[in-house]
């Protein structure tokens, strides 16, 4: 009658560990956000960014680079000044007595002004040096754009690994709950004589087992959790994925090499090359003569006669020898544009590379997903039989225990690759920077761009 009670409490157990593996393949691995999900949180990622740090200093950036373009382009506007002149004399000596007295007094105190309007006819450095500001502000704003597509995609990819840990956590959660009714049972079963002692220590090394991956995937998790507040600290960390629309990815290699050149840090090398090419122009324009024009009145004495002279002139200055310093800034400049060329081969080169394997990776996504799902259903129908086999006596429990380890690692599997798949969409968007653009589009929320 006490063996009966006890097989009786076991199939009692059995369903129960049923029912809780059950619920969590309907539940837990419901693992993708639905559309409302998807919209808060896209509609906080972009918040989040225009709070941080990394986005603002870009944007101060930006506007540094654009207040010394201006700077720049005032060297070709007229120039207006004003010169006073005050002075009290210390001591005074004249030859002639008589003409001490007049003459004391008209230069023991005087003022001066002069009103000067300069405006340049002709200066080559000038116009150069505000083509070449004028690309470096325009690599600037590229700069701060991939800045910007960095940081979306550093948030982006947290959010899936909380997720991911949180789904890990919640199924290892549950193996350990399964694990510790399945060593009650063995130790049932050694305690009534039906079962050697080597099954308990088998049945406590894999329940020892379970409970150190879940620490460990716990430990995981916070660190995720706490990474994701640093980014997004007004958001709850990500319980599921989000999920990436299909028909904004490129599947064609052609096309992908085509919006490769899209890629902020190359245009931003470009912008680079066209600064170093008018920096080039720019050292050379040296040798040429620089003309500007000048309109000056100077009135003397503003106590004394209304004294002055007002003149117009043209200033011509051309530098003869300068010690070979004009020939040395334009091999400097040759060398910087020499430099700024194999720089973005160098960049294309390493974005090709890097789009090449991530393209791999998108287009066997279906091939990659379906044998971990496929592995993670049959582990689910084997872990099953068992239970309903175990239930008459056809199997032992812990042929069971290596069941549920089978398929708590298959769906771990399945859980990490459907993670690295949507991780490789995302580094394509990220890529091709269009990450920031497609997070726009889809809140559907212009007050919610960012410039």
């Known amino acids: 009658m006490k063996i009966l009670n006890q097989n009786i409490i076991l199939i009692i157990v059995l369903f129960s560990i049923g029912q809780s593996v059950s619920s969590f393949s309907e539940d837990t691995l419901d693992f993708e956000m639905n559309p409302q999900e998807q919209f808060e949180f896209y509609d906080s990622l972009i918040s989040s960014i225009k709070d941080h740090p990394i986005y603002l200093e870009a944007q101060a950036s930006v506007e540094q680079t654009k207040a010394s373009l201006d700077i720049t382009r005032s060297g070709n506007k007229p120039q207006i000044i004003f010169q006073g002149n005050i002075r ?104 009534s004589g039906r079962a050697a002692q080597a099954e308990m220590t088998k049945a406590k090394a894999r329940f020892a087992e379970a409970r150190a991956k879940k620490i460990a995937m716990d430990l995981k ?106 020939s040395a800034m334009v091999r400097l400049a040759k060398e910087k544009l020499k430099s700024a060329r194999l720089k973005r081969e160098i960049f294309k080169k390493s974005l090709m590379a890097s789009s090449e394997s991530n393209f791999v990776e998108i287009i066997n996504t279906k091939n990659r997903l379906d044998v971990f799902n496929n592995a993670y259903e049959s582990y689910g129908d084997s872990r099953e039989k068992l239970r309903l086999q175990f239930e008459s006596s056809n199997v032992s429990l812990l042929e069971l225990l290596q069941a549920e380890r089978d398929y708590i690692e298959s769906a771990e599997l399945f859980i990490l690759n459907k993670k690295g798949v949507i991780s490789s969409q995302i580094n394509q968007l990220f890529l091709t920077s269009k990450i920031m653009k497609y997070f726009e589009e889809n809140i559907q929320n212009d007050n919610g761009a960012i410039n």
């Open 88 to 191: 009290n004399s210390l001591l005074q000596k004249f030859e002639n007595p008589l003409s001490s007295l007049s003459e004391s007094t008209r230069d023991q105190h005087r003022t001066d002004g002069s009103i000067i309007i300069q405006q340049s006819l002709f200066d080559r450095t000038i116009m150069e040096e505000i083509e070449k500001q004028e690309y470096i502000f325009k690599g600037d704003i590229f700069e701060k754009q991939q800045k910007v597509s960095e940081l979306t995609k550093e948030m982006a990819l947290v959010c899936l690994d909380t997720a991911a840990y949180k789904i890990i956590s919640d199924l290892i959660d549950i193996s350990v709950q399964s694990h510790s009714e399945i060593l009650n049972r063995i130790k049932m079963r050694v305690d």
């Open 221 to 326: 998790l916070k660190s995720s959790r706490a990474t994701f507040m640093q980014l997004m600290p007004n958001t709850k960390p990500c319980k599921k994925f989000i999920n990436i629309d299909q028909k904004d990815l490129i599947i064609r290699k052609t096309i992908l090499e085509d919006e490769l050149e899209n890629n902020f840090n190359l245009l931003k090398a470009s912008e680079i090359i066209k600064a170093s090419e008018t920096n080039l122009e720019l050292a050379k324009s040296s040798y040429k003569p620089r003309i500007n024009f000048e309109l000056r009145g100077d009135r003397y004495d503003f106590t004394g006669p209304k004294n002055y002279d007002l003149y117009a002139g043209i200033n011509v200055n051309v530098d003869i020898y300068s010690g070979g310093k004009r």
